[in-house]
């Protein structure tokens, strides 16, 4: 026989017990109360553990998405606009393919200016029709010359054909170069994997090899990473975070001086006016201890720089004054990671912060200046986080939850760090969250699942450097490969003035005519 299961909150519990304290012996009533507490506290561990489980689970296989309509397990509305499909969808024009060779091709018996083969009329120049082919081969490309030797039979002289001009001095040219830390650094290609991909292609280039082809590029990049930093530590906003990182000699070394035996990566995002630059540290150091190092770069006098990160003490500059920016993301995943339990207080929460990243998308689309996006916000966000403020405070003071709960945790979390949040309400250009460092980190999570770690120190700064200018490259719309070439062909004009070949302005000096 099915027993059906009746659904009671802490407060119906509590009810229940006051309305049988009178009816039973003392005895009896403390039994009652006795399991009553414990099979509340039972419900809450089995809640916890659900939570943990889940939390696990993302870890171990990722979540796929975090967005309303995933987290609800719910189709999406029948009114909801649905963008409209583009025709060709899939296909990349012409314009998409920057590093692609240019062949022009002209026509085999007309020029501009002609007389048109089949009337009176005259032929003129117009957009040339694009015909895109697509070529494949190994990452590095061989070339093998064979150069005639001829030797006299008389005098017994040797006379070698001369090498073509275009065959280079090294057998490594620059961009060979140049591929090895983009595929390493840039795309997480581990040199193992890389080496037997080219053998199987007929192309061998061995894992020690290409190691010391990133140690020949990396005196042409330390000075243009050395002149990103101090630049990078002038931003007016920053972005930080963490993830595990791996550096084997560490690890043998034991613990550091402090007693630490963590390893991390900081991912650092610093805008600066129209430019942003990324950068990566592997260490024992946390985020605020790099964070730190960064800013000792900084001029006095500058205004305190806005640094958004979760509500991590560790995060912080210690030396530094900040505006502190919290992620609103993290505060809403905490709903996200409970919304089993406590369905419909989370949805509560979930719309209403949705509400708010609806506004933040309306003045991106409008492309709304700093200011006039901190006044839409203060018009049409405040009171939606007002209410949600008040919502949260009356949870706690009428006691409507638990607060060891996972619901508990998540609206004490929110209100311990309200202010910081919700900072974009009160400084203009903060942003809601810090999900762009978040998507920055995933390039060193990539490098760490396919080569697992670094072997020392100086791998992981080494590392760190490249995949520093490479990500910067990316973020920038730039291709790090032509950098990284870039880099090695006008080494000494780099070497000279640093601050004019990075990731975003290199192309301006290229593209400049010479002086000489």
């Not at 399991?35 to 171990?60: F, G, N, P, Y």
């Not at 100086?458 to 490259?473: P, V």
Request: aromatic share 8%; with cysteine; hydrophobic share 35%.
């Amino acid at each position: 026989m099915a027993h059906e299961t009746i659904a009671l909150t802490s407060e119906d519990l509590i009810s229940l017990l006051e309305r049988v304290k009178s009816l039973l012996p003392k005895e009896d009533y403390e039994a009652i109360e006795a399991m009553a507490k414990a099979i509340s506290a039972l419900s809450r561990v089995v809640d916890e553990k659900a939570t943990s489980v889940k939390r696990l689970l993302k870890q171990i296989f990722g979540s796929k998405s975090e967005k309303k309509v995933k987290v609800f397990n719910s189709p999406e509305p029948e009114n909801r606009a649905k963008p409209k499909k583009i025709k060709g969808h899939g296909r990349n024009g012409a314009s998409a393919y920057t590093g692609a060779e240019k062949v022009e091709v002209p026509h085999e018996t007309l020029k501009h200016g002609d007389p048109c083969p089949l009337c009176s009329g005259k032929v003129y120049g117009k957009a040339p029709e694009t015909v895109i082919r697509i070529a494949g081969s190994p990452c590095l490309k061989g070339s093998l010359y064979e150069l005639e030797k001829l030797r006299c039979n008389l005098c017994g002289e040797t006379f070698t054909a001369k090498p073509p001009e275009n065959m280079g001095d090294q057998k490594y040219d620059e961009t060979a170069v140049a591929m090895i830390p983009v595929l390493k650094y840039g795309n997480g290609f581990p040199f193992y994997r890389l080496a037997q991909f080219q053998a199987s292609l007929g192309v061998p280039v061995p894992a020690a090899t290409q190691w010391d082809l990133v140690k020949r590029l990396t005196p042409f990049a330390t000075p243009p990473y050395i002149e990103m930093i101090r630049q990078a530590a002038q931003g007016e906003l920053f972005h930080s975070d963490d993830t595990n990182g791996r550096i084997l000699s560490l690890i043998k070394e034991g613990p550091a001086q402090d007693g630490r035996k963590g390893v991390f990566t900081t991912g650092i995002l610093s805008k600066m006016a129209d430019q942003m630059a990324v950068l990566y540290f592997t260490g024992h150091n946390h985020a605020g201890e790099n964070m730190n190092e960064v800013l000792q770069n900084r001029i006095h006098g500058l205004s305190p720089p806005k640094l958004m990160c979760d509500a991590l003490s560790r995060n912080i500059p210690k030396d530094f004054e900040i505006i502190l920016l919290n992620c609103l993301t993290h505060g809403r995943r905490n709903f996200v990671d409970v919304i089993a339990a406590f369905p419909d207080e989370c949805r509560h929460v979930i719309e209403t912060l949705g509400e708010v990243y609806q506004n933040d998308a309306i003045s991106r689309q409008k492309n709304m200046s700093p200011t006039e996006r901190l006044v839409f916000h203060q018009t049409e966000s405040k009171p939606l986080l007002d209410g949600l403020y008040d919502w949260f405070n009356k949870q706690v003071d009428e006691k409507r939850v638990e607060p060891n709960s996972g619901l508990g945790k998540a609206i004490n979390y929110m209100l311990n760090h309200w202010t910081s949040l919700t900072r974009f309400l009160e400084v203009a250009g903060a942003p809601l969250d810090n999900n762009i460092c978040e998507r920055a980190l995933k390039k060193v999570i990539i490098h760490r699942k396919n080569s697992l770690f670094y072997k020392t120190q100086n791998g992981a700064e080494t590392g760190d450097m490249f995949m520093s200018l490479i990500q910067t490259c990316n973020i920038t719309n730039e291709n790090p490969f032509e950098y990284l070439v870039a880099l090695q062909k006008n080494a000494s004009a780099v070497l000279q003035s640093p601050e004019k070949w990075l990731p975003w302005n290199f192309r301006d000096v290229m593209l400049a005519p010479s002086t000489v």
